[in-house]
């Protein structure tokens, strides 16, 4: 099974930025489409980037021009810069294989508020 392990959430204002990391193992990482999901309180879990083996990446229409994923396959690490945040980005955020696996991290709670 896939074994994910997430960092970098934190508080932050309303405009600052905050980047999170995946160290992902346990997969060939390289051949993999990854994912980064977030939940917030009461709410369904949703997908908001992903990126495949090319580096081609997606993003959630509510993230798009905010948001970037990139994969460091070296480290096998995927990472979500996130800028411009919002109180709405408030959530935890999970990285994961897309289509997602049944394996979730502890994922890492992202709070945006003043």
């Known amino acids: 099974q896939v074994q994910l392990v997430e960092s970098g959430g934190g508080l932050v204002q309303p405009g600052g930025s905050l980047r999170l990391s995946c160290a992902v193992s346990?997969?060939?990482?390289?051949?993999?489409?990854m994912g980064w999901y977030r939940q917030a309180p009461g709410k369904e879990r949703e997908l908001v980037a992903r990126?495949?083996?090319?580096?081609?990446?997606n993003y959630a229409g509510s993230v798009k021009d905010r948001f970037t994923i990139s994969r460091d396959n070296f480290k096998n690490t995927v990472y979500l810069q996130m800028n411009s945040l919002k109180p709405e980005d408030t959530a935890v955020y999970h990285c994961?294989?897309?289509?997602?696996?049944?394996?979730w991290g502890r994922g890492t709670q992202v709070t945006v508020s003043s």
């Open positions: 346990r997969i060939t990482f390289r051949l993999a489409t």
């Open positions: 994961n294989l897309y289509p997602h696996s049944d394996s």
């Open positions: 990126i495949d083996r090319f580096s081609t990446t």
